[in-house]
């Protein structure tokens, strides 16, 4: 991968560090900046009212994020991938130059570097039984990062981490036993006796899918505060480009590294806790006989993937029918059906999808604001990425307050992944 480029490259694409970012939003946040109100019976926002979490329902009540060193300006990657894997294909290369375009990705953080191919040249060398050596990079990394979002993530909640109960820790990126989540609780700390769940290889919706199950955790056992984990590394697909293997670029141009945590618990304390989301309801579903849609084997080589150019239609096709379920419970929704109405925290797996349900949807080019945003800054890193789209979310509602609008305070958090899996929470914005 190339090397880093000097920190002024960052100000062309980002005006903040991820880091400084987020704690001049939490900041802002634990200052009570951030207040609408209530809705109404029809929907309209009760200016001067602090939103309250319903009883019972789970609320995220902290986000942390987590990312590897290097950092790959998506304008200098060509080069360096072509470099570092020793190719000279120049079909290839104008491939990847023109999908490096296409993707929208700006910057993107990755485990892949100098150091890493120096110690495993075979990583770069085709058809070598390499998958010992991924294994052993991205065991290490995936638990590393986790552990520094879901420490990020309990600074911003403000109370001790001997108050976790539970643990879900969510990755593709590894494959060991005792799995991620023992070594996640032990690098963090956490209890003995924390109840530990994993889930492995759920791919783009495996964030949204362990934010369900965190939810029916932390409103199955009251008290409980759930610490929701994700981490992924690119390096366990990580290979040379190939003329055999063209969709292999795909990935090249936009996936990205890095981790996020969150805090999921009901009936947040009053004074010590501020909720940001409440989880109202929440779905899953597959779509019959599309499981070769989005493809992934583990074999000696690592991870190969396969996504077929029908994903972005397939999602299109059945988006509103899903979103329409999710929606059920909401006032007064079918009766307009006013997609605008609501906020959208949707994984940015690609801009074609994000385009293709903007346009099914009818909506407004800034509902989605917030995860092309992600997309730009971190690329599609799997799982992660509805951390740092929820992050962002918190900051234009901040902008939209602050602005003297009315910020939507229902809306939907929503993932895609192998299966074809659709993920899906009805949601209420607390946070703005």
Request: glycine residues 10%.
């Amino acid at each position: 991968m190339p090397e880093l480029q000097p920190c002024t490259c960052l100000t062309d694409h980002i005006s903040q560090s991820p880091a400084s970012s987020a704690s001049a939003l939490w900041r802002t946040f634990a200052a009570g900046e951030l207040k609408v109100g209530n809705m109404g019976e029809k929907g309209n926002v009760q200016k001067g009212v602090t939103k309250q979490a319903n009883p019972g329902k789970a609320t995220i009540l902290a986000l942390g994020k987590a990312f590897p060193h290097q950092l790959v300006m998506q304008e200098y990657l060509v080069d360096g991938y072509f470099r570092d894997t020793n190719c000279d294909n120049p079909e290839l290369k104008q491939k990847l130059t023109r999908l490096c375009k296409t993707t929208t990705v700006k910057t993107r953080y990755v485990v892949m570097c100098e150091e890493i191919l120096k110690k495993f040249p075979e990583l770069a060398v085709e058809g070598l039984p390499t998958v010992k050596q991924r294994l052993e990079i991205c065991n290490e990394a995936v638990t590393q990062m986790a552990i520094e979002a879901s420490q990020v993530c309990v600074r911003n909640w403000g109370r001790p981490l001997s108050d976790i109960t539970h643990l879900v820790y969510v990755s593709s990126s590894e494959a060991r036993l005792p799995g991620g989540d023992l070594y996640l609780a032990t690098g963090l700390g956490l209890h003995p006796q924390t109840q530990r769940t994993m889930l492995y290889f759920m791919g783009c919706s495996g964030g949204v899918s362990g934010l369900r199950v965190a939810k029916d955790i932390a409103e199955n056992n009251p008290g409980s505060r759930v610490l929701l984990a994700t981490s992924e590394t690119t390096i366990i697909g990580f290979k040379p480009p190939s003329a055999d293997r063209p969709y292999d670029l795909v990935g090249v141009a936009l996936f990205g590294d890095g981790a996020g945590a969150m805090i999921i618990g009901s009936d947040p304390i009053v004074g010590s806790e501020r909720p940001l989301f409440e989880l109202h309801t929440a779905a899953q579903k597959f779509l019959p006989h599309t499981h070769k849609i989005i493809d992934g084997r583990l074999t000696e080589e690592g991870i190969s993937f396969k996504l077929a150019r029908e994903l972005p239609q397939i999602i299109e096709d059945n988006i509103e029918g899903f979103c329409d379920m999710l929606m059920a419970d909401v006032l007064g929704f079918n009766e307009d059906k006013d997609y605008n109405k609501l906020f959208w925290a949707v994984h940015p797996g690609g801009p074609a999808i994000l385009n293709r349900i903007e346009k099914r949807l009818d909506l407004m080019p800034e509902k989605l604001n917030a995860s092309r945003r992600a997309l730009m800054d971190y690329g599609n890193a799997s799982s992660n990425t509805i951390v740092y789209v929820l992050e962002y979310m918190m900051e234009e509602g901040l902008k939209i307050e602050r602005d003297g609008r009315d910020a939507a305070e229902w809306g939907l958090i929503l993932a895609f992944g192998p299966g074809i899996t659709f993920e899906g929470i009805l949601a209420r914005n607390l946070s703005a």
